[in-house]
């Protein structure tokens, strides 16, 4: 077992390197811990495609089953089922998944009953201390009967979004990364009947094609030159277990994560007159200020999917958005889900016969860097080295957050890797260009 819980436990899940700074001794004794925490006699399991998973599954199975508590097994699926079903079920849920690290990675995502998430505030700090208190027992190799409940997400996601709403004609390009998304994608076009060109849907924990991480332009390229070449309407990447999706619009360009938000809470406002919105430190000011002019009521909150999610729940909030491109939605027991962003995508492209493009423009947003990550030995030292270049105020609620009347950045330690990210908008190219360069240099 590793010395270094901390290394991986991070502030809203677990992750490290299989059968390093995460051993199968280490996941027994999760499920353990998890399992004493939870009240319910039964637990959710499921998993991504990675290649440790089955060992990992096995693992902590065991520790959770050697505490007396059953499961209830749902396969290969992606986390936002887990939640869902969680939420509909109404029991705590384990998906053993690394998300979009890369594949020598693995780790676990936690909820509690209803997809009440666990994150370090909420329950992960205990079952972390807990486990110095749990022996090592046996790793059995369980032949957990898969359960059929993945016809009740269906048809949740079917009362969300019903399949009359959406126009089969509308010709999109899918980029699974060879990820979660594949298991489930073939019941979802035999539902909506999707007009699709696909790329790496099979489920594959290798990661052959490219990383399974759409938050890198880099990882892009495939569906943006799919969507251009095609003449689609839209492309869409998901991540390694498909709890946040990239969008492409039909000229080829990336929506970002604060475009996505401004687009769905901008449609949600017109069917509410009421409408609350959670958004992170990361959301474009621009987004939020065009939000607000349609009296939108608007919410900031931490980084991170257990932060948005209690805040929503606490608001009673209906929609929730990162720029990190997740969403999250009331109706979906406040869980963050990259198929029904989809679904709604459609819906409203259905609803509104326009193009993404079109629709986005309309926004007027300025030039953003979109997310940029720095590898750097001490993140709290090169934070409080940029404090020191820029004169004002920061808010400091997550990272470094500054406003300046031509341009805002913020910049922030990663929660589930070594890394400093950085975002930046600002009113020209130019502007963006010489603040990337002056963090850069400083960090």
């Known amino acids: 077992m590793t010395n270094n819980l901390d290394e991986i436990f991070k502030s809203y899940d677990i992750r490290g390197v299989f059968g390093d700074s995460l051993t199968l001794e280490d996941a027994y004794k999760i499920g353990y811990s998890f399992s ?7 637990i959710l399991i499921g998993h991504d495609g990675r290649i440790s998973n089955m060992k990992m599954l096995d ?13 209830m097994y749902v396969g290969l699926v992606p986390t936002d089922v887990v939640y869902s079903l969680s939420g509909l079920l109404n029991l ?70 019903s399949p009359e709403k959406i ?29 699709c060109d696909q790329l790496y ?40 277990d498909a709890d946040r ?11 970002s994560g604060s475009m996505m938000t401004t687009l769905i809470a901008d449609y949600l406002s017109e069917k509410n007159d009421n409408l609350k919105v959670v958004y992170n430190v990361n959301v474009s000011p621009h987004a939020l200020s065009l939000l607000e002019s349609k009296g939108v009521s608007l919410f900031r909150c ?31 027991y406040f869980a963050d ?36 990550n720095f590898t750097v030995k001490d993140v709290n030292d090169s934070l409080k080295k940029i404090k020191t270049v820029f004169s004002g105020n920061f808010d400091e609620l997550d990272g470094l957050s500054y406003f300046d009347e031509k341009f805002w950045f913020n910049v922030r330690g990663s929660n589930t890797e070594p890394k400093l990210r950085v975002n930046i908008e600002a009113f020209s190219q130019k502007i963006l260009d010489e603040v990337l360069e002056k963090i850069s240099t400083t960090i």
């Open 59 to 71: 693992a902590v199975s065991s520790g959770i089953s050697n505490n007396g508590k059953s499961l």
């Open 201 to 240: 849907m099979e489920v594959d924990g290798t990661f052959p094609n490219h990383p399974a991480d759409p938050s890198s332009k880099e990882n892009l390229q495939e569906i943006i030159k799919l969507v251009k070449d095609n003449n689609l309407d839209f492309g869409v990447a998901f991540d390694g």
């Open 167 to 195: 126009n089969s004609k509308i010709k999109f390009g899918v980029d699974g990364g060879n990820g979660a998304i594949g298991s489930i994608f073939n019941d979802l076009d035999n539902i909506y009947s999707f007009n």
């Open 92 to 161: 705590p849920g384990v998906i053993i998944t690394a998300s979009h690290n890369p594949k020598e990675y693995n780790g676990l995502k936690l909820c509690n009953s209803g997809a009440v998430p666990i994150g370090e505030q909420s329950g992960l700090l205990d079952i972390k201390n807990n486990i110095k208190n749990i022996d090592f027992g046996e790793i059995n190799s369980f032949q957990i009967e898969k359960n059929n409940e993945l016809d009740l997400y269906f048809e949740h996601i079917q009362k969300l979004i």
């Open 337 to 372: 889900s990259a198929i029904l962003t989809l679904l709604m995508l459609m819906s409203i492209i259905t609803e509104k016969d326009q193009k993404v493009s079109s629709m986005i423009d309309k926004y007027n947003f300025p030039p953003s860097s979109g997310e940029i």
């Open 36 to 42: 004493q925490f939870v009240e319910s006699e039964t």
């Open 245 to 255: 999706a990239v969008f492409i619009d039909d000229l080829g360009n990336v929506v």
């Open 302 to 332: 931490k980084v991170g999917h257990s932060n948005i999610k209690a805040m929503m729940k606490e608001l009673d909030a209906d929609f929730g958005g990162e720029h990190s491109a997740h969403f999250y939605y009331k109706d979906n």
